[in-house]
C-alpha cells in the first residue's frame, strides 16, 4: 500500500471513527483483492468504508472510546466528543452529509436504508450533537487534519488479516454439518414454489400488495427509485406503527446482521428476525430474501410479542404488480430535476409524484404534483387561462383546474441559511413553470380509462 492509496480512506475513516488506523485495516481487509480496483474509484472505496464502519461499529468498542483530540481547536473537542458517542449510522449519515456533501438520495444508495430513514437519523444527529451544521462541518474537518502513518495501518492490517484467518477457519469447522441440515430443508419446503420478481428500478408500479391483520390498516405507500414501502398503523389511538419495504435487486437489506439475528422462515425463504432491529431501526425488524438478490425488511414500533408478529405481518404481502395510474403525463423531467418518488394516501385516486434537484447549496428542492388538490385560499393570482399562482412563508405553488379539482405544482420554500443566498426565484416561479408546463392532463378528471400508467407517465431517467 502508498500512502496516495490511502488518503482518502483514512481521510473517511478519521472523519468515522476514533481509530481510524483499525477501521482503515478493517476495510483493507474486506476489499480483500479488489484493494487496487477500489483505490481507483472513490466512491466505491468510500461506500465499502461507510458499511464496513457499520458493521464493524457493532462488533467493537474502539468508537465507545474518546478520542484525545491534541490536534483539535479547544473549541470543537466537545463536538468532536458527541460525534464519537453517535450511534453508527448517524455517525455514518453525518459524515456523508456534512464531509461528502452527498444528497440523501444518495447517502440512502450508500448505507442501503430509505431516504426517510436518512432524514430521521440525520435529524436525530444534529439533535444530540446540538450546534449548527457549521460547526459540525469544521469538526468532521478538524478530525482529518492528523491522520495515522501509513506503518501504523500496515501494522493494523496484518492483525486483523490474522483475526479474519482464525475466524475462517472455526466457520469452516461448522459449515458441513449446517450446510447439510439447510439444504435438506430447501429441497423439503421449496419444491416447486414459484419464485416473485424483483422490482425494477424507478419502475413506478407497485410490486407488491399487503392484507392487513385485524386491527391494522394501510396509512400510506410510498414507491421510490429502489424501495418500495408500506405503512400501516392501528386503526384504533395507539402507538402501533410498521414499515414494510420491498427493495429492487442489487440492493442489500442489511449489510450486517446484530449478532442477535435469528434465521426465520417467511413463506419458504430464508430470513432474519432481531428483537432490537438493525442500526438505525427503532425496534423489531425482520428481512429476508423475497427474490434472487432483492430483500424485503419489515419494522414495528409498539407492538406486543414481535417474534410472532412480524414474521405474520411479513406472510400477508403478496407479490403482484399493480399498476398507479396518473391523471397526466410528464413529457419529461426538466433538467436538472428528476422524478424520486411517488406518495399514495388513503383517499381514493390520490397520488402525489415528488420531482427534486440536489444543486441547491440549501440542500434538495421538492417539488410535489398533487392530484386530488383543493384550490389554494390565500395569496392567490389568477391570470387569463385560469391559472392561479400563490405563495405563503411555507410554499409556493402553481394550479390549474381539473375536474371538480384542481391539479397542482407545490414546492417548500428552501430555507436560507447564514452565509448562503437562496436560488430559488419565489416571484418568477420559473422552477415551477417548468415542471408545470411539461404536464399533458388526462382527458377526464374522473374517467380513469383516459388516465396515465405511471411506468409510461413518468421518466425514470
Keep these: 500500500m502508498q500512502a496516495d492509496e490511502l488518503t482518502d480512506l483514512l481521510r473517511w475513516c478519521a472523519a468515522l471513527s ?68 453517535l450511534p453508527a449510522v448517524q455517525r455514518g449519515v453525518i459524515m456523508l452529509s456534512f464531509s461528502e456533501r452527498l444528497t440523501r438520495t444518495e447517502i440512502a444508495g450508500t448505507i442501503d436504508r430509505p431516504i426517510s430513514a436518512v432524514s430521521r437519523e440525520l435529524g436525530r444527529a444534529l439533535l444530540s450533537l446540538a450546534c ?47 450446510g447439510f441440515v439447510l439444504l435438506t430443508s430447501v429441497v423439503v419446503v421449496m419444491g416447486n414454489r414459484p419464485t416473485p420478481v424483483a422490482r425494477q428500478e424507478a419502475g413506478w408500479a407497485l410490486t407488491s400488495a399487503l392484507d392487513p391483520p385485524p386491527g391494522w390498516e394501510v396509512h400510506r405507500r410510498i414507491i421510490g427509485r429502489d424501495w418500495e414501502t408500506t405503512i400501516l398503523q392501528k386503526s384504533t389511538a395507539g402507538p402501533g406503527r410498521c414499515l414494510i419495504a420491498v427493495g429492487r435487486a442489487g440492493l442489500a ?55 410472532r408478529f412480524l414474521p405474520d405481518l411479513a406472510r400477508r404481502l403478496r407479490f403482484t404488480t399493480e399498476s398507479v395510474m396518473l391523471p397526466y403525463r410528464m413529457r419529461e423531467a426538466p433538467r ?69 379539482s384542481h391539479l397542482c405544482v407545490r414546492s417548500e420554500v428552501p430555507p436560507v441559511r447564514a452565509g448562503l443566498s437562496s436560488n430559488w426565484n419565489r416571484r418568477g416561479f420559473s422552477q415551477l413553470d417548468s415542471v408545470f408546463n411539461n404536464l399533458v392532463l388526462a382527458d377526464s378528471a374522473t374517467d380513469r380509462s383516459t388516465w396515465f400508467d405511471a411506468r409510461a407517465a413518468l421518466p425514470k431517467g
Design 18 to 85: 476514533s481509530e481510524p488506523a483499525e477501521l482503515a485495516a478493517e476495510v483493507v481487509v474486506a476489499a480483500g483483492r479488489r484493494w487496487p480496483s477500489l483505490a481507483e474509484a472513490p466512491e466505491d472505496l468510500r461506500a465499502l468504508t461507510v458499511q464496513t464502519y457499520l458493521g464493524w461499529s457493532r462488533r467493537s468498542e474502539a468508537t465507545a472510546a474518546v478520542r484525545q483530540g491534541d490536534h483539535l481547536p479547544q473549541e470543537l473537542r466537545p463536538i468532536a466528543t458527541a460525534l464519537d458517542r
Design 132 to 178: 449548527d451544521p457549521y460547526t459540525v462541518a469544521a469538526t468532521l474537518s478538524a478530525l482529518t487534519w492528523d491522520l495515522p502513518q501509513v506503518e501504523t495501518v500496515d501494522r493494523a492490517v496484518r492483525r486483523v488479516a490474522r483475526l479474519h484467518a482464525r475466524h475462517r477457519t472455526r466457520m469452516r469447522l461448522l459449515a458441513a454439518p449446517v
Design 253 to 307: 437489506a442489511v449489510s450486517k446482521m446484530p449478532q442477535d439475528a435469528e434465521s426465520v422462515r417467511i413463506s419458504g425463504r430464508s430470513g432474519f428476525f432481531s428483537e432490537r432491529g438493525w442500526a438505525g431501526t427503532p425496534g423489531p425488524a425482520l428481512a429476508w430474501e423475497y427474490a434472487p438478490d432483492a430483500w424485503t425488511t419489515v419494522e414495528c414500533t409498539g407492538v406486543a410479542d414481535a417474534a
Design 336 to 404: 436538472p430535476y428528476r422524478v424520486s418518488w411517488i406518495v399514495m394516501g388513503r383517499v381514493s385516486n390520490s397520488a402525489i409524484v415528488y420531482v427534486t434537484r440536489d444543486d441547491y447549496p440549501e440542500g434538495t428542492l421538492v417539488i410535489s404534483v398533487n392530484y386530488p388538490a383543493s384550490r389554494p385560499l390565500y395569496g392567490v393570482r389568477f391570470d387569463s387561462g385560469g391559472v392561479a399562482r400563490y405563495e405563503n412563508r411555507e410554499n409556493v405553488g402553481v394550479c390549474k383546474p381539473f375536474g371538480d
